[in-house]
């Protein structure tokens, strides 16, 4: 048994590798990740249909810590 979305529903699960840098300025935390994100082709021991293709990964931002931390 196979799985196809919908027509014009392109979701699907990836499998995602990466590195990212954390940079501390002041009571903030800047960072960068990067990566890449593959098509998972199967579930459960069953094949499925994703239309997803293999794609680039970036996320930057700003990290707020609450509370104490020592990195």
Not at 16 to 45: E, K, T
Request: hydrophobic fraction near 40%.
């Amino acid at each position: 048994m196979t799985y196809q979305a919908e027509p014009g529903k392109e979701t699907g699960f990836t499998i995602n590798a990466g590195l990212g840098v954390q940079y501390r300025v002041g009571a903030v935390h800047v960072f960068g990740d990067a990566g890449l994100a593959f098509p998972a082709n199967q579930a459960n021991g069953q094949y499925i249909t994703n239309n997803i293709p293999t794609h680039f990964v970036f996320n930057a931002g700003i990290r707020i810590p609450f509370g104490t931390s020592d990195y």
